[in-house]
């Protein structure tokens, strides 16, 4: 890969990194397609990361269809598509982890111990095996994007982070591999995580500034679907993920499937 990518710096061409754990949808080809539009080379990793996957989450049945990623990525027309091994990944002595201080301590963070460690970790090696220009990652996954940022920064990787908005279905709902294992009527129960972040964006369009009382519309609206746990909600700062802020963050579980999502209630919600 790193010899690929100095053949294609040695032309004068720029390189874009959209890093993915395959199971791809209409979400990562809105990053390709960004990405194809901004630079002259088109990189997308396909790597289901295993240490970003603490005790009991879902490694094993996360899902995997090669065949149909590889023809998605064809039709993209992207120029490579890198897919390391795990073990070459991580050898068995390997014995570093990259830890972003801060801004992985909440939410996410303290959900998933060692979660945002095993972030750091393989975007750190994917943007040292390519060594791109521009990579890019989705709002949907609002805390990893601040973690990556801030890795970018402090560590002077020469990358700059690129943010495409949320894909979202017809009905609000955020486009996420995981959306695959809801049933029907858990599907169209997850539909609520959107409708409570539009609620939210609704009233601070109507003049309603206080933290407590927007993140208590969201946990109303959630809280009235019974196939809905929510785990938290909060509204932080984009970049720090302290509170206060506009940035509206949700976690929930619905039935057994834990969905992630964000908007910034400052900002008319999509659609």
Do not use: C
């Amino acid at each position: 890969m790193l010899e690929a990518s100095r053949r294609w710096r040695g032309e004068g061409r720029s390189i874009g990194l959209v890093p993915t754990m395959g199971a791809l949808h209409s979400g990562h080809m809105r990053l390709i397609e960004t990405a194809r539009r901004e630079s002259d080379v088109v990189v997308v990793s396909v790597f289901i990361n295993p240490i970003q996957f603490g005790r009991n989450e879902d490694l094993e049945r996360y899902p995997r269809d090669w065949n149909r990623d590889s023809e998605m990525l064809r039709q993209a027309e992207v120029d490579a598509a890198y897919r390391p091994a795990a073990e070459e990944m991580y050898p068995p002595d390997a014995a570093t982890r990259v830890h972003v201080s801060g801004v992985t301590d909440s939410f996410e963070g303290a959900a998933r111990p060692g979660h945002f460690d095993g972030v750091a970790t393989v975007v750190t090696k994917l943007l040292a095996a390519v060594a791109p220009d521009r990579s890019y990652f989705g709002q949907k996954d609002a805390q990893q994007v601040a973690v990556v940022k801030r890795l970018a920064r402090d560590l002077d990787l020469g990358v700059e982070i690129r943010v495409v908005p949320t894909v979202r279905e017809p009905d609000g709902l955020a486009l996420s591999s995981r959306n695959v294992y809801l049933d029907a009527e858990e599907r169209k129960a997850a539909a609520n995580l959107s409708a409570a972040l539009r609620e939210a964006a609704e009233a601070y369009a109507s003049g309603e500034r206080d933290a407590v009382r927007l993140r208590s519309r969201i946990a109303a609206r959630l809280t009235l679907e019974p196939l809905v746990q929510l785990e938290y909600a909060e509204l932080v700062d984009a970049a720090t993920f302290q509170k206060p802020g506009t940035l509206a963050v949700i976690a929930a579980r619905v039935g057994k499937t834990r969905l992630i999502d964000n908007h910034d209630v400052a900002k008319p919600f999509p659609g």
